[in-house]
């Protein structure tokens, strides 16, 4: 093998790599996807607590919740669809989110018929979680404005404990809009014009 | 590993498709056709000849699908041909030190 073949493969090589990492960057939709919804969600169970309708809260959460995983299962595919490269990263931080989201939803609703529940502790236990989801999707998504806003959301979970009544529902909508909303349209933008 | 050794590189990965094939597959749980030909500026039959080449090899694995009425090839590296792949940076790291040894 003569020098100039060894340098050419070498430029194959790395001209490869650095193409297939320009591809696999990422459209924020899931972040938009979960962020609103979560905001909806939040602002639908306030509001029932708020007209103090509590028989209708319980059904109304699961059934939210039951719409809210559907809708990201779509969001999901419709995404794989269109991806013409698929990351090991991306899979694994998909499975970490469902990871981090099970927990919740097994304080949410399985706690309550064990006798240990403590309502005040799920909007804390959300915000901190959301937190983690968001510190390792700035990595993940190579954007460091994403570890801040898993830092805001450990901040607001840390917060919450000492805030009562709507005002912890507008915690939540904040890291939210500040974790997963806002940063979700940046991805997508620059995602279109990669 | 002496010199001739060395320098008997694997001649399947060795061409430059196959070698661009393989250098995009290895950091990608997938990556479909498309991709493959617009990165690599190969044509649709250059190509799939070398895909399958290495498919024959079992480097690589071939699933089609349809997505919605589009038919969609997806390529993915098996672990033989990520080994093979592997091999081939360290022998080619190995010329690199014989050049350098030599010059």
Known sequence: MTQNQLQNEIAIIKSMIAKTKQEMAQSGSILIFIGIFGILYIAVITTLEILGIQKVILPTMIGMTVLIAIGMIMVIHHQEKQEKVKSYIKSIYLVFIVACTIPLLIMTFLFPFTGIYAPNLVPVFAALLFGTILFSGGAVYEFAYLHWSGVFAWAGGCIIPYVHGYGRGIIMILILLNGFVIPGMILTIKYKNR | ?103
């Open chain 2, 1 to 103: 590993m002496n010199r001739q050794e060395i320098l008997k590189l694997n001649a399947l990965i060795h061409a430059p498709i196959r070698l661009a094939i393989l250098s995009v597959l290895i950091s990608v749980e997938h990556a479909n056709f498309t991709f493959l030909k617009e990165n690599i500026g190969a044509t649709d039959g250059n190509l799939s000849t070398h895909l399958t080449k290495l498919e024959d090899a079992g480097y690589i694995h071939i699933k089609k699908k349809f997505v919605g009425k589009k038919p969609q090839t997806l390529c993915s590296i098996t672990e033989s041909g990520r080994n093979a792949f592997m091999d081939y940076l360290v022998q080619m790291e190995q010329i690199v030190q014989l050049k350098n040894g030599n010059s």
